[in-house]
């Protein structure tokens, strides 16, 4: 129910609050009076929309800022909602309070948190609004030229079927919940229970294959067992023989090794041998080669010295040159045009002498004559004294060339001096390269050193020495030859060329000495007991051939085994699993499709109870409009509400015949409209909200109906907690039981004024 709304700069009204009573109540006044734009701020507050078409039109003329309140309760609940614009009607300010707590606010730049709250409140948007419970001028009868398809969906958003909906989707969710913890639980969803029957018959069936396989493997296992067990006899018997030919054979090997060495040895002291007895015979050469390096060594280093000496002369001489020729590039005088000094001296005497007359006449001219001559005069001596500098000058210059010539000659000396010195010192370089190839050529023999020969010559005497000189050389010769003769013979008994004989045995001891003596009679004893056994290699070897193909099979016949055994246990797990779980699924399933089966028929919209539900109601809603079209004088007697698919169609009749919309009067539109509205507020919407408002319902209609019209609403608004009627027909509600509201316009302000007026 409204319960308030004040409008401040909203349309036409400067300030107006207006307090709704419960029941009914009535907007009179004529067009332009403000009536409308009181319907246009209640739905302004509710959702941010109204009929004067764009923003602009809300703000009153000359103000630059509005504002509109709306209190209203709804189940149990009080509501309140401030919206406040601008000059240009753009939203500064939306909020939403339930019982003085804000829950919700704002709507700026595209926002919707205001309209939507109160559209999920309502559980209805503006249009559905518009036409269930708040009908405005010229709107009555677009009821009847509505989509059928937006029909359905306002009858169920005012039958509530938009929560049952929300409750079908819900359950959904709470099904799909389910079966998420059903898979959680057993990882199967519950439609899978007989699948998971089959799953299990199916490893029941596997596992009894299984253990007949299991059965099959260990006998034949058991019988490769046993077969193995005299080959590996047979092999061990074999194996022993060969170990100890083999151990046979590493004596022999390492007997070889010391044969190797001793070979290895005999080689190098006799090759050494030979090299030092070379070496030795070279012995005076050498030292002569030795002396000779030695005596250059000291010629090289005098001429060395000789050079650096030269080098000194050379530099020292080569700076004084350089000081000479910076002096002489300094003074470029040309000595050839310089006086002698006997001339410079004569001639600067007789002007010295003729300088001195003049001044002596000068002062006696400054005595007696008048001042022009004496500035002829002292011009005279002036010039005379000019001429006596210049000779000193010129007497300079001469000097300064006699300066000249005698550096020209001095540097002319030391530049010779240089020549000089520069042939003596290409005379001992050539010396010197001289005297080091010389040296480069006697310090070497055989492309190594003298001086290091000296002392491998002196190495070696000592060395043979040790060996026992030129006899111990031949001996060792000799027993080299001898070793190699027994060292190719052992093997040859190796690689199984000759038999083994005690005789080589023998020589090879004595050869090697001390070394074998450890080794030797462990061989011969070896020897000895593997003669009296018997060893054949292609036995062994097709015995051990056998012995693999057999480990292999039993390798092959136990993994099988073990793998049958494991998905024996697998499979017998899985069985006990699998029967829990298929024990779960069943009791799942069952309760799953009962929920669904509720879910569909209780809450789909298209389902038995909302369909029988919505056949009820439209039932419900065509009795009530019917009883609303008895109270007018038309000729429409019935009314019927079809649903048809997703379509739901309005149909009147007349005397049992269906009339076509089309053949409609506008009064007879316009009652069967009122009729529906009323007849939809009664049943859903009004009741539900708790108000009806109309703007202007009269329109259309004729003097008689109008009249008619007065007891529709007061039935209504008994019906309904309170109704709300808009119009400027003052005569259809004279007398009636209701709360009226007088609008006037003031000619001064052209704003509404609202007188209260109980009838």
Not at 69 to 75: A, K, Q, S
Not at 392 to 414: F, G, I, P, T, W
Not at 501 to 516: A, H, K, T, Y
Not at 672 to 692: E, H, K, P, S
Request: hydrophobic share 35%; net charge neutral; glycine share 6%.
């Amino acid at each position: 129910m409204i319960v308030r709304v004040k409008l401040l700069n909203f349309t036409c009204h400067k300030e107006t609050e207006i307090k709704f009573p419960e029941g009914l109540t009535i907007f009179l006044g004529r067009n332009g009076s403000g009536k409308s734009s009181v319907i246009d701020g209640i739905t302004y507050a509710l959702y941010g929309k109204h009929m004067k078409g764009g923003n602009r039109n809300i703000v009153r003329d000359g103000t630059d800022s509005g504002r509109v309140e709306l209190e209203f309760e709804y189940r149990g609940s009080k509501y309140q909602i401030v919206r406040s614009f601008d000059v240009r009607g753009n939203l500064e300010s939306a909020t939403l309070r339930k019982d003085g707590e804000l829950i919700a606010s704002g709507e700026k730049r595209g926002e919707e948190t205001v309209s939507k709250a109160v559209q999920e409140l309502f559980e209805l948007n503006y249009d559905r609004m518009r036409t269930a419970v708040i009908i405005q001028q010229g709107e009555l009868d677009k009821i009847l030229s509505a989509d059928p398809k937006d029909l359905k969906e306002l009858f169920d958003d005012l039958m509530g079927l938009t929560a049952m909906e929300k409750a079908y989707y819900a359950m959904l969710e709470v099904l799909k919940s389910f079966e998420e913890r059903v898979v959680r639980e057993v990882g199967r969803p519950p439609r899978e229970a007989d699948k998971v029957g089959e799953e299990l018959r199916g490893l029941e069936k596997k596992a009894e294959t299984g253990e007949e396989t299991r059965a099959s493997l260990q006998k034949e296992l058991d019988k490769l067992k046993r077969m193995k067990e005299k080959v590996d006899a047979r092999i061990k018997e074999l194996r022993q023989v060969r170990e100890l030919l083999e151990k046979i054979r590493l004596d022999l090997l390492t007997l070889r090794d010391l044969l190797n060495d001793k070979v290895t040895r005999l080689r190098d002291i006799s090759e050494k041998g030979l090299e030092y007895l070379k070496l030795i015979e070279l012995k005076d050469d050498i030292e002569k080669r030795v002396k000779s390096v030695e005596e250059l060594d000291k010629k090289i280093e005098k001429i060395k010295g000789d050079l650096f000496s030269l080098k000194a002369r050379r530099e020292e001489a080569s700076k004084r040159l350089k000081e000479i020729e910076d002096e002489l590039g300094r003074v470029k005088v040309d000595a050839s045009k310089a006086k002698t000094l006997k001339e410079l001296e004569k001639e600067a005497r007789v002007k010295a002498e003729k300088l001195r007359d003049d001044a002596i006449e000068l002062g006696r001219t400054l005595a007696i004559s008048k001042g022009g001559q004496i500035n002829l005069l002292s011009l005279q001596v002036d010039q005379e004294v000019e001429e006596v500098v210049a000779v000193v000058s010129e007497a300079y210059s001469s000097a300064l060339a006699s300066h000249v010539a005698n550096r020209e000659k001095e540097r002319d000396q030391v530049s010779k001096q240089l020549e000089e010195i520069d042939r003596e010192l290409r005379s001992l370089t050539k010396k010197l390269d001289e005297a080091k190839k010389e040296r480069d050529n006697l310090s070497k023999l055989y492309g190594k050193e003298v001086s290091w020969l000296r002392e491998e010559v002196k190495r070696a005497s000592e060395e043979l020495e040790k060996i026992g000189g030129p006899e111990g050389v031949k001996k060792a010769k000799a027993m080299l030859e001898e070793a190699k003769r027994s060292l190719e013979t052992l093997n040859q008994v190796i690689w199984g060329e000759v038999n083994l004989e005690d005789q080589l045995l023998e020589d090879i001891s004595r050869l090697i000495g001390e070394e074998g003596e450890q080794l030797l009679p462990w061989l011969k004893e070896r020897v000895k007991e593997a003669r009296k056994k018997e060893f054949n290699p292609e036995e062994l070897g097709r015995l051990e051939v056998e012995e693999k193909g057999l480990i292999k099979l039993i390798s092959d016949r136990e993994a099988r085994l073990e793998s049958v055994e494991k998905e024996l246990e697998e499979a017998k797990k899985k069985i006990k699993e699998l029967q829990r779980v298929r024990e779960v699924l069943v009791r799942a399933e069952r309760f799953y499709r009962l929920m669904d089966k509720v879910r569909n028929e209780l809450f789909y919209r298209d389902g038995v109870v909302l369909r029988s539900l919505r056949t009820w109601i439209f039932r419900k809603v065509a009795d009530h409009a019917k009883s609303y079209l008895d109270a007018f004088d038309v000729r429409i007697d019935d009314v019927k509400i079809e649903e048809s698919g997703v379509k739901i169609m309005f149909k009147c009749f007349f005397r049992g015949r269906e009339v076509d919309m089309s053949r409609l009067s506008g009064g007879e539109k316009v009652a069967l409209a009122l009729a529906l509205r009323f007849a939809i507020g009664d049943v859903l919407g009004a009741q539900r909200l708790g108000f009806f408002i109309l703007d202007e319902p009269t329109i259309h209609l004729d003097s008689e109906n109008r009249k008619r019209l007065l007891d529709v609403f007061t039935s209504l608004s008994k019906a309904v907690r309170q109704v709300i009627i808009i119009t400027h027909d003052e005569e259809v509600f004279e007398g009636a039981e209701a709360k009226i509201f007088r609008f006037e316009r003031e000619l001064s302000t052209n704003a509404p004024t609202m007188i209260d007026e109980v009838a």
